[in-house]
């Protein structure tokens, strides 16, 4: 390996950096330059095994031959083309129907996971007359960076475009009634109610398992939500921009919890890296007066064909290959290997996972569960020093290997974890 292993990494950045706003650069950081399967290779050529699958895009790694050969033929044919319809979409979405919870949704494809929510968002406004109208969200969601989706979460008395309110996500880490995973009576689920009878909401926004700190509600709780919502007439609109494509062992987790929400939207899962994102409509949201204007729905790449054939090849190969019990049973491999790690580490306060993403949350001790985003930094420096690519922010770090894979190598990612925490909880950091 090679002694200087940030020099050409260095290099490439510094050059970057000219043309880039300050911000954009991490110090320290990387460039990668190829990759296969679950690694990836950077500028300098360190191998680092991919705990982060490309932020949650990768879901059959790097390099899939099978996923680019039908990328390729497309490109062949019809690379793009704006405003029109091709086989690859139809294909594509015979493929993704058969996976979702009701047969009367409608697809409107787009090319970013934040438009989608928007689009979905002026939807829910049409529908009810384009009044202003309570849409509740989250606090600590994330749903995009268009202005629509940062309002969501924006905690101000009025929004441009609704009047938006936040409700807390249940966290039974942090459970404010001090209550026990195995003993609770979900009044998580009952202030979320109350709150939104009391603002009259007329839309939820939610992410079934919340993507920055990959919070997993209580098995019961999204029923109790969606029974309630159905009873008060409020939409229901699932963001699984982290969680569609087959992350959680289903390839909606929307499936896994056994709801029926009323948009749904999906980007990061469909075409392993490929720009490609759908939003899907119940069909009494599709109809109304003003979404069915001439070009209403229209956006420059939407249903890019060379995307679509990708996604549409991804779908097969997630029936062929049996990815999803694959998932679930890999899944149970990693909860297992995580839980672990509280009982070893004085900082680890608390461990999650759904399926293939997880999150290990670092607290300065155990009892005043203080969050401690300075070690989380150190674990994930140590992490990458050592070959491991994970997802650091805050407090908390978040996994996401590829569905595909293989186990030697998910249990050689966790053995790298638990070595890495050991290390800077030691008090020191290994070169490279």
């Known amino acids: ?134 849409i509740a969200a989250y606090r600590n969601g994330f749903h995009g960076k268009t202005q629509a989706g940062k ?35 979900m009044e998580c689920a009952e202030a979320a109610c109350s709150k939104l009878r009391e603002k009259e909401a007329r839309a939820l926004i939610f992410e079934p398992v919340q993507g920055a700190g990959i919070l997993v509600p209580p098995p019961d709780y999204w029923k109790a939500i969606e029974r309630f919502c159905r009873e008060q007439g409020i939409v229901l609109f699932a963001d699984e921009v982290l969680t569609g494509g087959g992350r959680t062992g289903e390839y909606l987790a929307c499936t896994r919890f056994g709801i029926v929400p ?23 949201l599709t109809g109304n007066q003003y979404a069915v204007r001439p070009l209403e729905r229209a956006s420059t790449f939407a249903a890019h064909p060379e995307a679509l054939a990708v996604a549409g090849e991804l779908l097969l190969m997630l029936e062929e290959g049996e990815i999803l019990p694959r998932v679930r049973r890999y899944g149970k491999l990693l909860a297992e290997g995580l839980a672990e790690l509280p009982g070893r580490f004085l900082q680890v306060g608390d461990v999650r996972s759904l399926g293939l993403m997880a999150a290990v949350e670092f607290v300065r001790d155990k009892e005043s569960k203080e969050p401690d985003p300075l070690f989380s930094m150190r674990v994930f420096d140590q992490c990458r020093k050592s070959g491991l690519e994970t997802i650091g922010g805050g407090h908390i770090l978040r996994l996401a290997p590829p569905l595909n894979i293989e186990e030697d190598d998910l249990l050689r990612g966790l053995a790298i974890l638990a070595e890495c925490i050991a290390e800077v909880q030691a008090g020191g950091m290994k070169s490279e």
């Open 262 to 284: 009323d948009l749904i939207a999906l980007t990061k899962g469909l075409a392993n890296g490929k720009p490609l994102s759908v939003l899907l409509e119940r069909e009494y």
């Open 1 to 134: 390996m090679p002694q200087d292993t940030e020099n050409e990494n260095s290099r490439l950045l510094k050059r970057l950096a000219k043309y880039l706003p300050r911000g954009c650069i991490r110090e320290g950081d990387h460039v990668p330059v190829s990759g296969s399967g679950s690694f990836y290779t950077d500028a300098q050529g360190k191998e680092y095994l991919d705990f982060s699958s490309g932020i949650f895009t990768n879901s059959f790694g790097h390099g899939c031959a099978r996923l680019n050969q039908a990328g390729f033929k497309q490109a062949e044919r019809l690379a793009n083309i704006h405003g029109r319809h091709c086989a690859a979409e139809l294909t594509f979405y015979r493929r993704l129907f058969s996976h979702l919870p009701a047969e009367d949704y409608k697809a409107i494809p787009y090319n970013d996971g934040g438009y989608t929510i928007d689009r979905g968002l002026s939807d829910v406004i049409n529908h009810f007359g384009k009044r202003r109208v309570g």
């Open 151 to 185: 309002l969501l979460i924006n905690e101000t008395r009025k929004a441009a475009l609704y009047d938006n309110f936040q409700i807390d996500f249940p966290n039974c880490y942090r459970c404010p009634w001090k209550k026990k995973k195995t003993a609770c009576d």
